[in-house]
């Protein structure tokens, strides 16, 4: 009955129009004006509500209720457990010889969690104080606050390219590459909403029960997904196939197609189009510039030195604040005036705003020219 009067209570909380007061558990033995809860409605206790209400396993909340009623060790537990050793006395030793006068315990005990009165052959023979009775009665309410909700947490974990090649959706988490399956409440391979877009390196939040034991076996831990939103999802490549530095749909989205200057200031407010779609900002609007400190316009300042033997160290001056996405090659005339080779891929960040790359100088060749080429990285 403190289950039931306790499941009542939970419904309620979620909907205000179910009559907690008056509803059965066991419909088959005790008929109530309000009926009882459907196996949706209870299976719904163990979904998620919100922060305030995460729900709770069926089984585990009634092992819990049946614990601190068998301690006796809150107050109105004790109180209740010592009313009802008594009710059902006062009913053994009075029930056949008057039984209308002495209701069956349970619909007395029922009615005492319901808010309502002792009827008056028992009240005339109990022990306890009408204060006593209440404590008793508030017994259910009470222990609702302390009741254990199910555990949940939240993970941020990415797609990879073999997340979705089983029936069960196999993500990672972020943060220590662990694998994590997901399932639905019926145990399931949880289902992503219709129409979201989940490219490989994609990040997701995923809000999840994590005290499901008997999930099917797998590597990583299995848990059961309550919701997952879109975190994050990694840039398009981009693609610059005339060379000028610009992204080209980027530029095609600001200047329709035409020609563009990367190093030129079409909004004039100072900053080069170059710079404005490396930060984000609107090439065309003076209103809309870059926070960061301005590149200079023109050629970059390019200086050698020795590194030790036939080698030279060839270096270029850049902000690293772009490091991750612009990269550069140095290309050499090989002692010829006009034609110039790219001799290394990339130049590699090598001190604060600076990219450099150490090249061997072939006997005989002292007239080397060099230069970086600059390029947009995919």
């Known amino acids: 009955m403190v289950f039931e009067r306790i499941i009542g209570i939970l419904i309620a909380a979620r909907d205000a129009a179910f009559p907690a007061d008056d509803f059965t558990l066991t419909p088959f033995r005790d008929p109530s004006p309000g009926g009882t809860a459907d196996a949706a409605t209870l299976l719904a206790l163990q979904s998620y509500a919100g922060p305030a209400d995460p729900g709770y396993l069926l089984h585990d909340l009634f092992a819990e209720v049946a614990a601190a009623v068998d301690d006796g060790l809150d107050p109105p537990a004790a109180q209740l457990v010592a009313l009802a050793a008594e009710i059902y006395q006062i009913s053994a030793a009075n029930g ?3 039984p209308g006068a002495y209701p069956n315990p349970v619909d007395v005990l029922r009615g005492l969690l319901r808010g309502e009165p002792l009827p008056a052959s028992y009240a005339a023979e109990v022990t306890s104080t009408a204060a006593q009775q209440a ?4 017994f259910p309410a009470s222990l609702v606050g302390d009741l254990t909700p199910r555990p949940t947490e939240m993970f941020v974990a990415t797609v990879t390219p073999s997340s979705f090649e089983g029936e069960v959706p196999v993500l990672r988490v972020v943060t220590d590459d662990s694998a994590l399956r997901l399932f639905a409440a019926d145990g399931s391979p949880f289902v992503f909403p219709r129409g979201i877009e989940l490219p490989v390196g994609a990040q997701l939040g995923v809000l999840a029960f994590t005290d499901r034991v008997a999930l099917p076996p797998g590597p990583g831990l299995a848990v059961e997904a309550i919701d997952a939103t879109l975190v994050s999802i990694p840039e398009p490549p981009r693609s610059d196939a005339d060379g000028d530095l610009i992204d080209d ?3 095609d989205h600001f200047f329709a197609g ?6 030129g200031d079409p909004d004039g407010d100072g900053y080069s189009t170059f710079q404005e779609m490396l930060e984000g900002t609107d090439p065309t609007n003076g209103g809309s510039r870059p926070t960061a400190p301005r590149l200079a316009f023109g050629p970059l300042p390019i200086d050698i030195e020795p590194a030790g033997g036939a080698s030279l160290r060839v270096f270029v001056h850049f902000p690293s604040r772009y490091a991750g996405e612009v990269g550069f090659a140095l290309l050499a005339d090989g002692g010829r005036a006009v034609r110039f080779d790219e001799i290394a891929d990339d130049a590699a960040p090598d001190g604060f705003d600076t990219y450099g790359v150490v090249v061997e100088v072939p006997p005989g060749n002292a007239g080397n020219l060099f230069r970086f ?5 995919r």
């Open 249 to 251: 749909a980027w530029g």
């Open 135 to 138: 404590l008793a009665a508030g």
């Open 373 to 377: 080429r600059m390029f947009l990285k």
């Open 258 to 263: 035409n020609s563009v200057d990367a190093f």
């Open 96 to 98: 056949d010889a008057d």
